[in-house]
DNA sequence: CTTGAACCTACAGCTACTGTAGAATTTGCA
DNA sequence: TGCAAATTCTACAGTAGCTGTAGGTTCAAG
């Protein structure tokens, strides 16, 4: 039953052990059982919140919203809404930051197009850095 | 000629007061000039240093790589091709942020469609949010 | 000359971990 | 069963790149 150490749920689920303790110092992943000699061990429970947190990480949402989310499972008679707006709301910060990087893409091609291989004294790179007014960038 | 007040150079490029001191105290920015009261009084040039480490960063390059581009700025002698160097590997950096965002999006389009605007109990969302086998992120 | 805005230093806090030290526990093998 | 190696424990410091605060001083306008 309780059959994972600490290490156990950290290969299983590609995290590193001192952050599932963070996770559990901050509220994310509940104390588990400890044995006599105060070493924690997990169920599957365990492993799927840890799971489900760490894609949510990956996926770019910040612990406040996982803590979020997490809360909304606890409570099965709420609205779907709710996790939906969370997950839309990632959507949109993603869809900026996107169009962000795709402007910033395009200044650094643009800057690195312009080094004629001269030395520092002509160097263009620097200078178009130097210039935020010629830049596309907000 | 030492005209600028750190709430004037922060104002012109458009920075916190904070930022700038600690620019200073990372060795990114010279230490200024003092007033005999003990205030920096700063130059153009030092606006100008300023002005490219913003315009840098809102590009997206390190602490360390807008350090490295400094030092060659103070060896002028030296190839441009080291300089070109740091903003290529910022671009391949850029580039690969893009790639990931992509993929990100890709997935939370497809887990926000995924709600059909039920209770929490059968939430798709949520689901979606812990099958980290279905997903094609990397 | 006064008053209020701007400045000073020093330090704590933010996110989301990661690393370290030194001690205790568990596990595999003889 | 005994022992060594691996793992775990707590507690705390450090990372990047700032940002905010407290408590005090200086500057500039009127």
New interface residues.
């Given amino acids: 039953m309780y059959k994972y150490s600490i290490g156990d749920l950290a290969r299983a689920a590609a995290t590193k052990v001192q952050t599932i303790r963070y996770y559990e110092e901050t509220g994310l992943m509940p104390e588990p059982m400890r044995t006599a000699g105060n070493q924690r061990r997990y169920d599957e429970t365990a492993l799927?919140r840890l799971?489900?947190i760490?894609?949510?990480r990956?996926?770019?949402f910040s612990l406040d919203s996982i803590k979020a989310?997490l809360h909304?499972?606890d409570?099965?008679?709420?609205?779907?809404?709710q996790?939906?707006q969370i997950?839309?709301e990632?959507?949109v910060e993603?869809?900026s930051?996107?169009a962000r990087?795709?402007d910033?893409?395009k200044?650094?091609?643009r800057?690195?197009q312009s080094?004629?291989?001269?030395?520092?004294?002509?160097?263009?790179?620097?200078e178009t850095?130097?210039?935020?007014s010629l830049?596309d960038?907000s």
Same sequence: chains 1, 2.
Avoid at 115 to 124: E, L, N, P, W, Y
């Fill in positions: 799927n799971s489900f760490r894609h949510s990956q996926l770019g989310l909304l499972t409570n099965p008679d709420q609205s779907c809404q996790a939906n997950a839309v990632q959507l993603v869809e930051r996107i990087l795709n910033l893409r200044e650094l091609v800057i690195s080094c004629k291989g001269g030395t520092m004294a002509d160097c263009k790179v620097i850095l130097s210039e935020h830049c960038c």
